[in-house]
């Protein structure tokens, strides 16, 4: 925090006496900045508010200085982040995580989705775009971007998760961090078309058209089998992103949008849809996104993310250090399922013994973020285990990390969605552990 | 908002719902596709809640159901040759997998050519600029299969755990076929022959000890169609649900019925909304060991400060960037190598850089850079410094 007010400091101040002035106040806020950085001193004038700074003085930018508006520089931190382990030998391969600790809401801003690629992110001229839908149909059909967006246009609020979120610490936490440990996902307003409006006028053929391989245009021609239940259901082809054209990032210019179902699935940089009697057997579902189980047996097509939870602050990045003894403070979390509308969020303070309902806050839509709360009175010093657990309205509850250890072992890196725990330390820090027997 | 879950489809409901989807499709002449995966009672093929479009309304959503009764005339019918162009995929029964041969010997040449510097040799896999490059072979495929039951907990907590590479894990061959011509050479795809696509995959199943119909794979094998139809491998049958035949889809619903297949919890099922003393009194706090993996780039922070300046151009990262996918096992920076380039003069060099060569570099790596900071990307990597 002494780091902030000296670097907000050179960005103000325009002459030496007004530094001198403000250097002074600085060193005062430095001292109280160990303990309490977001608090102001009871006994002193603050001097944020006894001056006036640059900005309130001089002109601030044109309107003209940004068309298309960024966030204020002093978010720079509000960014995805990448690490090593979670890259096939090169950050093509790669993925970048959400922030999620910094999330509002229930929509994630498109600079900060998730960004998960196998050849990297491709960049799309859409006038060559082309999308091929072919196979078991009475009639094939090539379409431009354009003509794709002609069809009558569905807008629907979805999360997209990678089944490894979580995967790393099917053995142990591994990450003291809630951006590591559950940011490998993001959420959006998706606007696009239901497949099946346009398989109407294809003559899908019911008896041998019973899966989908959606292909993506892209380096590693990444592509995954879809059954024809959900293709007649809900999933979608979608172009549009928060209000604007997809970004880069998640498959401009059109991508494969199959609610609640792995991030994989939702195939970026379209190409073709073909239609078949058997599945494809793609890359990624076979030597990838399979999970295995201690018999041996490994779950292919493992499709929807099942119902999840995370406390979302506190968290390791949004501790509890600033807190005095007797504060009343909001504890929050997302909530999610693939399968469904999320219908409750229980809480725990005690790691998962005894559990309390939470409140559900704002939009509650299905397969979508659900924000949750729970009020608390801080009692400085007093360790906690915060634990929250999800249910939908298919009637699943998210399991303990015993029962999903004891059912399907330690191996299957995907689909883990055991409840999380942060410990709050007596000091107000939180660390991510896991109870286990 | 309405919605039906997948006990009430499969119950005494299923009349009231069959109901439900006449009204739904009383708009159109023909029964409305999403309707054929759920009526007749069938579950959810991924056991999860259904909302069908009911009155205008899926869930909490408006629907314009005048929109949806086709009638649309967009596109055109796509030519013979640009669906041969696109339609490449290989399916495991041979479907779209083109004639062609090639030896064990051919793809170890291609291999050390092309394919070596990220995968290791012999497919043992190799670092990269960040993290690993996949292993293509974990041993003899069947000895390293009976390791799919291995775990990585209780006694053998430090131990190893199942050796999931190529010929240990995968169910079939048609994968690494189409994912070899499309997807590989990695910074340089869809550039193989089937030919040499053919060679390729003899390699691959020659270091994972392939049997093919009673014959190793050895270095003498040449693969050809009639051989690959042939191939089985031994953890064809590792996976569930059953996907394959006209019964699949029925065996994948029925899979996801029941929560107890993929480690769920359902309280339709037995499962217990536990409030009060749910856990043992010898349960056990585990922390995240020191640190844990906490190389995160950029690293952690959420403090509100305005960014550092950006320094000047820094050829090391660019390399990082760009360039070290391949060059970091081949041309390293600073690698003896270099000598056998440099001879025709620095700007032959930097020619080259910028506009790729036949040998596979892509011009200027693929990157954006521009031609000043792209020579001084070059220099880093002839000097190493």
């Given at each position: 925090m002494n780091k902030v007010q000296e670097n907000s400091t050179e960005n103000t101040v325009s002459d030496r006496r007004a530094f001198f002035k403000k250097t002074a106040a600085i060193s005062t806020v430095a001292a109280a900045?160990?303990?309490?950085?977001?608090n102001l001193l009871a006994s002193e004038d603050d001097h944020a508010i006894m001056h006036h700074p640059a900005w309130a003085q001089k002109l601030g930018d044109?309107?003209?200085?940004?068309?298309?508006g960024m966030p204020s520089?002093?978010?720079?931190?509000?960014t995805r982040r990448n690490t090593?382990?979670?890259?096939?030998?090169?950050w093509q391969a790669s993925i970048a995580v959400t922030p999620i600790h910094e999330s509002c809401g229930i929509i994630t801003p498109n600079g900060l989705f998730f960004s998960r690629c196998h050849g990297g992110t491709a960049q799309i001229d859409p006038n060559e775009f082309r999308l091929m839908i072919h196979g078991e149909l009475e009639r094939d059909i090539v379409l431009t971007y354009d003509q794709l967006r002609r069809y009558p246009s569905v807008t629907r609020t979805h999360f997209i998760e990678?089944?490894?979120?979580?995967?790393?610490?099917?053995?142990?936490?591994?990450?003291?961090s809630v951006q590591f440990a559950k940011g490998f996902m993001a959420s959006a307003e998706w606007t696009g078309v239901y497949i099946k409006d346009i398989l109407k006028d294809l003559g899908l053929k019911k008896e041998t058209a019973l899966w989908m391989l959606a292909e993506g245009?892209?380096?590693?021609e990444m592509g995954r089998t879809i059954p024809i239940d959900k293709v007649l259901d809900d999933a979608m082809l979608v172009w549009g992103q928060n209000g604007e054209a997809l970004r880069p990032e998640q498959g401009y210019p059109v991508r494969l949008l199959v609610p609640g179902?792995?991030?994989?699935?939702?195939?970026?940089w379209l190409k073709r849809l073909e239609f078949a009697s058997?599945?494809?057997?793609c890359k990624e579902e076979t030597a990838k996104y399979t999970a295995l189980r201690k018999d041996g047996k490994a779950i292919q097509h493992f499709y929807a993310n099942e119902v999840n939870s995370t406390v979302t602050s506190p968290s390791p990045e949004k501790p509890w250090t600033d807190l005095k003894d007797g504060d009343l403070i909001e504890i929050e979390g997302l909530a999610w399922s693939g399968m469904g509308t999320i219908t409750g969020v229980d809480f725990s303070f005690d790691g998962g013994r005894n559990y309390v309902p939470a409140q559900l806050k704002g939009l509650v839509l299905p397969k979508s973020w659900t924000r949750w709360s729970i009020m608390h009175t801080y009692k400085k010093g007093q360790v906690l285990q915060l634990t929250s657990r999800a249910m939908d309205d298919a009637g699943y509850i998210q399991p303990t990390v015993d029962q999903e250890v004891g059912q399907?072992?330690?191996?299957?890196?995907?689909?883990r969605n055991a409840v999380e725990t942060w410990e709050v330390t007596k000091d107000g820090k939180v660390n991510h552990v896991q109870i286990r027997s | 908002m309405f919605k039906l879950d997948r006990k009430l489809i499969t119950s005494a409901s299923v009349i009231a719902v069959a109901g439900l989807f006449a009204i739904g499709c009383s708009g159109g002449s023909a029964a409305t596709p999403g309707d054929v995966a759920y009526k007749n009672g069938k579950a959810t093929i991924d056991g999860g809640t259904y909302y069908p479009i009911v009155d205008g309304q899926t869930g909490p959503y408006a629907v314009n159901?005048?929109?949806?009764n086709g009638g649309f005339t967009y596109g055109r019918k796509p030519t013979q040759n640009e669906i041969d162009a696109w339609n490449k995929d290989v399916m495991p029964?041979?479907?779209?997998l083109p004639e062609g041969s090639g030896s064990v010997e051919e793809g170890e040449e291609l291999y050390e050519a092309?394919?070596?510097?990220?995968?290791?040799?012999?497919?043992s896999g190799a670092s990269g600029t960040a993290g690993g490059y996949p292993a293509l072979?974990?041993?003899n495929a069947y000895e390293m299969?009976?390791?799919?039951?291995?775990?990585?907990?209780?006694?053998?907590?430090d131990g190893d755990g199942p050796a999931r590479a190529f010929g240990s894990?995968?169910?079939?061959t048609s994968t690494l076929w189409w994912y070899i011509q499309?997807?590989?050479?990695?910074?340089?795809?869809?550039?193989?022959?089937n030919d040499e696509t053919y060679a390729l995959t003899a390699y691959i199943l020659s270091i994972n000890e392939i049997v093919i119909d009673g014959e190793e794979v050895d270095d003498e094998y040449v693969l050809d169609r009639e051989k690959f139809l042939k191939i089985q491998l031994p953890?064809?049958?590792?996976?569930?649900?059953n996907i394959d035949g006209p019964n699949a889809p029925e065996d994948v619903r029925k899979f996801y019925a029941n929560a107890k297949n993929f480690g769920a919890q359902n309280l339709n099922q037995g499962a217990v909304r536990c409030m009060?003393?749910?856990?043992?009194?010898t349960v056990k706090t585990v922390y995240v060991k020191g640190?844990?993996?906490?190389?995160?780039n950029p690293p952690m922070s959420v403090v509100r400060d305005m960014p550092k300046e950006e320094g000047p151009f820094d050829p090391a990262a660019a390399y990082e960037a760009a360039?070290?996918?391949?060059h970091a096992g081949y041309?390293?920076?600073?690698?003896?190598?270099w000598a056998g380039y440099t001879g025709k003069g620095i700007e032959k060099v930097y020619a080259n850089g910028i506009n790729?060569?036949?040998?596979?570099?892509p011009a200027k790596g693929?990157?954006?850079?521009s031609d000043a900071e792209f020579k001084m990307v070059v220099d880093y990597l002839i000097k190493g410094k």
């Open positions: 900045a160990v303990v309490a950085p977001q044109p309107v003209t200085a940004n068309l298309y520089k002093y978010e720079h931190n509000n090593p382990l979670l890259a096939s030998g090169n990678c089944p490894a979120n979580g995967g790393q610490e099917w053995r142990a936490t591994q990450f003291n245009s892209d380096n590693s179902w792995e991030g994989n699935l939702c195939v970026k058997e599945p494809f057997y399907l072992g330690v191996e299957g890196v995907y689909h | 159901e005048a929109a949806r029964d041979g479907t779209g092309q394919c070596v510097m990220c995968h290791g040799d012999f497919g072979s974990k041993g299969q009976k390791t799919m039951t291995n775990q990585r907990s209780g006694d053998n907590k894990y995968w169910p079939q499309s997807g590989m050479p990695h910074p340089n795809t869809k550039s193989l022959s953890n064809e049958n590792g996976f569930v649900p009060k003393d749910c856990q043992a009194d640190a844990g993996i906490s190389d995160f360039c070290a996918a391949c041309l390293s920076p600073g690698a003896s190598e790729g060569t036949e040998g596979g570099m693929g990157s954006s850079l």
